[in-house]
């Protein structure tokens, strides 16, 4: 089955770097992605890896090497409005277009 | 461009009551996933809908059904309510089925069931 482990929770302080890890097990893989969800909030998405490499978006930049089974999303100039949690999900595999979710790191950015 | 939209905000039920929840995909998204969120957790996959038929369900029991309509948007049903139903109820549209790594969530509505 899939499964994907990222840390519960990170703190870091405004102006900082963070990156937050995220490693999976599928069947099959089609990608890598990213959602932000503030308290109360709906996810929203931030980031797709399909292939290994950086993407970057503006502040955000996502990362992925398949061969280790492993991702990152850093996050630079870290703002307090980034204080949130951060979703890794996957595909579920080659005939589903189900989306597995990780449990979520919630990000505390301090003054 | 609308985005996806989500009705009604927040509901409280009763244990044995049924529910129905709404959405309205974005503007140009033929595919509609739902998802079930506890306090805490990551979203859970319930079904997704595809040009009005269901094409994939999760690991939740017949009483959650669903509905697509060819306007694209989409309902979800919940008979025989159970306390650990209480959660949040997000919808999802993409612009494609495949297309799920990408796709854009609803404000979602949080059910209290009592």
């Known amino acids: 089955g899939q499964s994907l482990e990222q840390p519960s929770e990170v703190t870091a302080v405004e102006g900082a770097i963070v990156q937050i890890n995220c490693t999976y097990q599928t069947s099959g893989f089609y990608g890598l992605s990213w959602y932000q969800q503030h308290d109360g909030g709906a996810p929203t998405f931030l980031s797709y890896n399909a292939l290994d490499g950086l993407e970057e978006t503006g502040r955000f930049s996502s990362f992925l090497s398949r061969s280790d089974s492993y991702g990152y999303l850093l996050l630079q100039e870290l703002q307090m409005k980034d204080s949130a949690s951060y979703f890794c999900a996957v595909r579920e595999g080659d005939s589903s277009y189900k989306l597995i979710f990780g449990s979520g790191t919630r990000l505390l950015v301090r003054p | 461009e609308t985005g996806v939209t989500q009705s009604p905000t927040h509901l409280i039920k009763t244990r044995g009551q049924q529910v129905t929840l709404r959405c309205s995909s974005q503007?140009?998204?033929?595919?509609v996933s739902w998802y079930q969120q506890a306090l805490g957790q990551g979203p859970q996959f319930i079904f997704q809908?595809?040009?009005?038929?269901?094409?994939g369900r999760g690991n939740f029991p017949p009483r959650f059904s669903g509905l697509q309509f060819p306007n694209y948007s989409s309902e979800l049903n919940v008979n025989a309510l159970e306390l650990d139903d209480s959660a949040l109820y997000l919808c999802a549209s993409s612009l494609t089925k495949s297309g799920t790594l990408t796709q854009y969530f609803g404000p979602g509505t949080r059910l209290l069931v009592l």
């Open positions: 809908y595809y040009r009005e038929e269901e094409n």
């Open positions: 503007s140009g998204h033929n595919t």
